[in-house]
């Protein structure tokens, strides 16, 4: 069965400091992979994709993201977390042309 | 452009009455999409159509039926409501398939059924 999972469901990190969104997937063929965040009583904003190349993706407000084969992980960065930055972040993964498989979401909350 | 907009954005249902959520993009994409948002559960696929007038069932769409009759608007309709349905509905879509093209999404619908 194909999967996401984000064995985080709470993140808490100082201001300042980095951040890490863990993320690791489980599907047939060669994954197209997304970060999106949710902000309270909003919908779903995209922050960055890994279609294939390098395996360290730069998206939206400083997020990047490295995509990890072996260990079938992307897991979302940032050097340095800004209180803006608290937010619900959901990783997804595509194998076939429609189906998108959401991980379950991890809140990140970023301590002033 | 408005992108992705959904109506309403909060609506309360009794069991067993009906009711219609719109969705609505002005991109021309092709591909739309109705999830559904559960605490703990991420989003879950209920029905998505890959063109007007084509729907097609997702991962959780029983008690849900669409309709795709414009391109820019994406019906799901609630025939006979259930508390299992409480949830916050969002809409998606995004341009002709491909695997690298990301979904933009609305805005949701809390619906909530006593």
Redesign the interface.
Known sequence: AQSVAQPEDQVNVAEGNPLTVKCTYSVSGNPYLFWYVQYPNRGLQFLLKYITGDNLVKGSYGFEAEFNKSQTSFHLKKPSALVSDSALYFCAARAGANNLFFGTGTRLTVIP | NAG?TQTPKFRVLKTGQSMTLLCAQDMNHE?M?WYRQDP??????IH?S?GEGTT?KGEVPDGYNVSRLKKQNFLLGLESAAPSQTSVY?C?SNPV????N???????TRLTVL
């Open positions: 992705v591909y999409y703990g559960m991420g989003l879950r696929l998505y890959v097609a969002f998606a398939s491909g695997k690298n990301e979904q933009f999404f609305g805005p949701g």
